[in-house]
């Protein structure tokens, strides 16, 4: 995840050549389009361009992130990679190009939840009408929204775009014997798709261990992310032969923290009560870079990149080293994971200091916006021969 630091002059001359570019995209559609700029009014031609132009072109064009993207030039810049943005030191917010952030929000105010790029956008009620970022001070004074994240990237359907990346990813490593699910729900549901897979396999004649790699919201009480791997004997579909769990909030034995319940009684519910005397913690300590004092929204930002993480090095060590799964202790399959997740930890099993962290999950979070654009894209580049 290491790259070179963008610097914040390079950054504003490629955003400077960014307006530019929308700015003759949108002279060429109003010439071709002039029955649809109905906001015009009685502007110049420059202001209308400035300012409610791309509005218009929202308003009035089908798929229109996807027209933009049939230009070369604002396609390379919408999906450029992390290295070629500047992140603002203290927030980490990306610095973007006025006109850039302005499709964003307006592809926000659509009913499609593909136009929700991750992290780029912010309300429909932090906005003006032209789409650009609303001063705080402007919402009303009692209004919930004006202390909920103040103006931060937050978007339920951008979540989910996320989800669906890191889903993409993990599932992919499914294969023999090893299983990632990686689905909508809790984990008693997943839970009970392990108990039913590994009942249809036995009745199949299976014989093999079966290694399950859950990736879920704990509960409808717990929603917090969280990993899970549950072994099963293919010739006892009833009850698991090893259970380790993980979450991003590590406690000392024998004390746990607080979603520990919840994971145990969603085991109960469908292995019954005798799984808590098996369920071993590997859990993560990865939370604690979040301090006192922090904006709530960084740990919804980050926990699905953590339990992801999680879940992907499980998956690995199935594949890699699947003996120190069965027989192995939870201490050393513990320190086995950190080496499959150096966006987080030293190469000697330390974990990397808050700046570290930080920085792997900014990078995370610009790349799950530029693969929400370059799906947009997939139609266009099918058609040509750009590509990202």
Request: hydrophobic residues 35%; contains cysteine; charged residues 25%.
């Amino acid at each position: 995840m290491e790259q070179r630091a963008c610097t914040i002059e390079i950054a504003e001359a490629n955003n400077t050549r960014f307006e530019q570019e929308v700015y003759n995209f949108l002279r060429v559609w109003v010439h071709n389009h002039e029955d649809e700029t109905l906001l015009q009014f009685d502007q110049p031609l420059d202001e209308y361009l400035a300012n409610d132009a791309l509005r218009d072109f929202f308003l009035n064009t089908q798929h229109p992130i996807q027209k933009l993207l049939q230009n070369r030039s604002i396609a390379s810049h919408l999906g450029r990679r992390a290295r070629n943005v500047y992140f603002d030191p203290i927030t980490g917010d990306p610095l973007l190009a006025r006109t850039e952030q302005r499709i964003y929000n307006l592809a926000r105010r659509m009913d499609s939840e593909q136009m929700h790029i991750p992290f780029r956008s912010v309300h429909p009620n932090k906005q003006t009408e032209a789409g650009d970022i609303a001063d705080i001070s402007t919402y009303p004074e009692e209004s919930e929204i004006r202390y909920n994240s103040g103006n931060h990237f937050t978007s339920r359907p951008a979540n989910g775009n996320v989800f669906d990346e890191n889903s993409k990813r993990c599932t992919a490593k499914s294969e023999g014997n090893l299983h990632v699910f990686f689905k909508r729900g809790f984990l008693e549901d997943r839970l009970q798709d392990v108990k039913e897979l590994t009942a249809a396999m036995h009745e199949a004649g299976e014989t093999r261990t079966q290694f399950f790699v859950i990736y879920s919201r704990h509960s409808q009480q717990e929603g917090h992310f969280g990993a899970s791997l549950v072994i099963m004997d293919s010739a006892n579909p009833d009850f698991p032969q090893r259970v380790m769990v993980c979450d991003t909030l590590l406690k000392e034995l024998p004390q746990h923290p607080r979603w520990w319940n919840h994971f145990i009684a969603e085991y109960s519910n469908v292995f019954g009560d005798a799984i808590v005397e098996i369920v071993e913690d590997l859990s993560h300590p990865l939370q604690k870079v979040n301090i006192k004092g922090d904006n709530p929204y960084r740990h919804d930002w980050d926990c699905p990149y953590y339990a992801a993480s999680m879940a992907d090095a499980l998956a690995d060590l199935v594949k890699l080293h699947p003996q120190l799964i069965l027989t192995g202790s939870a201490h050393d399959i513990h320190n086995a994971m950190k080496d499959t997740m150096p966006d987080y930890y030293q190469p000697g099993y330390e974990i990397k200091d808050r700046p570290g962290i930080q920085q792997a999950n900014r990078l995370k979070r610009w790349k799950s916006g530029r693969e929400v654009i370059k799906d947009l894209a997939a139609e266009n580049s099918r058609k040509s021969s750009f590509e990202f």
